[in-house]
């Protein structure tokens, strides 16, 4: 009966492939726009995900997310230092400075400032010079997305495109000189301002002037140490928070989610989606069991049980679902290599494909247990009207 | 052919159907019997109870009350599988518009029935070339109903009807849809392949060119059997010898 089944269904191609492109477009668009959406997110908190090596991040406790810096004094790094199990803790100072282009303009960067001895905190791929480079006189690094589009010098020729900053070029940080000495990779923020990493105390005269410049203190733990037991000894003995990696990007995470209108938008994305391709594939496959209802009309006048007609009518739907969120899904993916080095955000996570899937299983089940509560309700003498 | 064994005896079958505003009473107590190797046509006017009468008989349609026994079986005593089964094993159907699943091919659709009755579809499908060959369309086992004329396609369903050699077929308008010569040489066959000793045939129809075939007409009216007759020697192309008279 499975053959028959599977007959019905792909014998009307029109009618099959109608179904297959409405879960195939429910698919994409539960998997796309999310993907889209995640990545998008994932930006909020990628310099926490860059600065990889420190467990834990120390801050004011006011602090609300990664770009929300309240600075502290100096002092509370030698406080945090001062606390037991911390293996090593470093100054970062992260602000906005207003960098003067060649062409007298001005543009706003995110500036890193790194602690001077181990450079912790720095970019996490180097296209051109070194981090070590930092401790030159006057040295810079800048993201490579910044040199080629924000930071970039103007055209040599009229009409010219714009020359990317290279190592030996100046910029102007705050009235003070500052020398590209290293291209970086860095994965794109939330903002996509430029990022230029120095040194912490070089950091300290191009930033603004303030009385507390110490935006977070970043803490290794020693060896074998409790993480979750050294996050709370912290908060308890400075006054300060303390997160761990992952706390840290929770906490940046959950504010944009709270605080923006992101979700909401790609909320409304993703449910129309789901709605319109429920819809489409749920009406179509629906239309597609009452057209063929005569049919199985004829398979249960000559004996079909319900039980079979239900599992003809799952397998088809089980059939059409799997191709649709197969080629949904496909679909999402090369969409995302497609776009991969460009400005759109895009995440695809294994947690996505899980929902997507349940998505469009809701649709296929739904649109099946309509088909099949018509066939069950089926009165076999159907086949005698002509 | 015929015997007096009974294949299907009815009495004072009574089923009405509630169309919400009104009930209609499609049978008003029918009485019944057909015989073991008999052709019974039920004839009579659109509306009188005929298909009502053969979903009944063919256990598709439950009576409100009355018996209806199908060799034995009291079908409306028999649990839902077992009925299913009852009717997968015993019974053919040929119907007015052919309902042959369009989008398999000749033998597919008459292997249907032996698929439903748990045999594997490569044989199924084998044995059901050879059903073809019976009713004259071996060389076209593999065409799909499209492909297929009317008169082809009701043989395709005759063939479909036989394939599990049931004991009791019913048929609906075997031949309204198709044209005089067609619908002549569909109630050949069927009469050919269809009748024998064991088995029995019932057929509704409209059709009066076709009563010649039949063994006894009962003429329905108005939800009941209003005369059953033996069928007339000379409108009776299959049979030489028939006497003719009203047995109800």
């Not at chain 1, 293996?87 to 970062?92: D, E, F, I």
């Not at chain 1, 074998?224 to 929770?250: C, D, P, S, V, W």
């Not at chain 2, 063919?58 to 209806?68: N, V």
Request: aromatic fraction near 8%; hydrophobic fraction near 45%.
């Amino acid at each position: 009966m499975n053959y028959i089944a599977l007959t019905m269904l792909m014998g009307d191609r029109g009618k099959y492939l109608g179904i297959v492109m409405g879960l195939t477009f429910a698919s994409l668009i539960m998997t796309q726009q999310p993907a889209i959406f995640l990545g998008l997110m994932a930006r909020s908190y990628s310099f926490v995900s860059d600065v990889g090596l420190p467990d834990i991040w120390v801050m004011d406790p006011k602090v609300q997310f990664i770009d929300d810096v309240k600075p502290m004094q100096d002092t509370e790094l030698y406080r945090v230092r001062g606390v037991a199990g911390v293996g090593w803790a470093v100054p970062l100072y992260k602000g906005l400075i207003k960098a003067r282009l060649y062409d007298g303009t001005f543009q706003t960067c995110n500036l890193i400032g790194l602690d001077d001895a181990t450079l912790i905190g720095g970019p996490p791929a180097m296209l051109s010079g070194k981090l070590e480079d930092l401790r030159r006189s006057d040295g810079v690094l800048v993201d490579v997305e910044g040199a080629k589009t924000k930071l970039a010098k103007v055209p040599q020729i009229k009409d010219g495109k714009p020359v990317p900053l290279t190592i030996g070029d100046t910029l102007e940080l705050n009235d003070r000189r500052a020398i590209v000495v290293g291209i970086a990779k860095t994965t794109r923020t939330f903002q996509s301002q430029p990022v230029i990493y120095t040194t912490y105390n070089r950091a300290l005269l191009y930033a603004p002037k303030e009385r507390k410049l110490l935006s977070f203190v970043l803490v290794k733990a020693k060896a074998g140490q409790n993480i979750a037991e050294l996050t709370h000894r912290i908060e308890e003995t400075t006054g300060l928070a303390a997160y761990t990696q992952e706390e840290f990007k929770a906490l940046t995470y959950n504010y944009f989610l709270k605080n923006t209108g992101i979700p909401i938008n790609f909320g409304i994305s993703v449910t129309l989606g789901f709605i319109v391709g429920a819809a489409i594939a749920g009406q179509t496959f629906y239309n597609f069991t009452l057209e063929n209802l005569r049919q199985f009309g004829v398979l249960k006048a000559m004996g079909t049980s319900n039980w079979v007609l239900l599992r003809m009518i799952l397998l088809q739907a089980v059939l059409v679902g799997s191709i649709g969120y197969g080629m949904g899904v496909g679909l999402t993916a090369l969409f995302g290599y497609a776009m991969r080095d460009t400005i759109l955000a895009f995440k695809f996570p294994w947690q996505l494909l899980v929902f997507s899937g349940m998505g469009v299983s809701m649709i296929c089940v739904f649109a099946a247990l309509l088909s099949i509560r018509k066939v069950i309700m089926l009165e076999p003498a159907v086949v005698f009207k002509g | 052919m015929r015997d007096n064994t009974p294949a299907v005896v009815c009495q004072n079958v009574v089923k009405t159907y509630d169309t919400g505003s009104q009930q209609i009473t499609a049978l008003q107590g029918i009485d019944l019997e057909v015989h073991v190797g008999e052709l019974m046509m039920l004839v009579g006017p659109s509306g009188c109870g005929k298909t009502t009468l053969i979903s009944v008989i063919a256990g598709i349609l439950d009576q409100d009350s009355g018996l209806c026994r199908v060799f034995g079986e009291d079908l409306l005593k028999l649990k839902n599988d077992q009925k299913l089964k009852f009717r997968a094993q015993n019974i053919g159907f040929v119907f007015q518009a052919y309902n042959l699943l369009p989008t398999l091919n000749a033998a597919e659709n008459v292997s249907i029935p032996l698929i439903i009755n748990g045999m594997k579809r490569r044989e199924a499908v084998r044995k059901a070339a050879a059903v073809l060959e019976q009713v004259g369309l071996g060389d076209r086992a593999d065409a799909l109903p499209s492909q297929l004329s009317g008169g082809q396609q009701q043989r395709v369903a005759i063939a479909r009807a036989l394939i599990h050699s049931p004991r009791l077929i019913v048929c609906d308008e075997p031949t309204s849809a198709l044209d005089h010569e067609t619908g002549m040489h569909v109630l050949e066959l069927l009469k050919a392949v269809a009748v024998d000793h064991s088995r029995a045939l019932v057929i509704v129809t409209h059709d009066a060119r076709i009563f010649g075939f039949a063994d006894r007409i009962a003429q329905m009216d108005d939800g009941k059997i209003v005369r059953v007759q033996q069928s007339q020697p000379s409108n009776n192309p299959g049979r030489t010898e028939q006497g003719t008279h009203d047995v109800t």
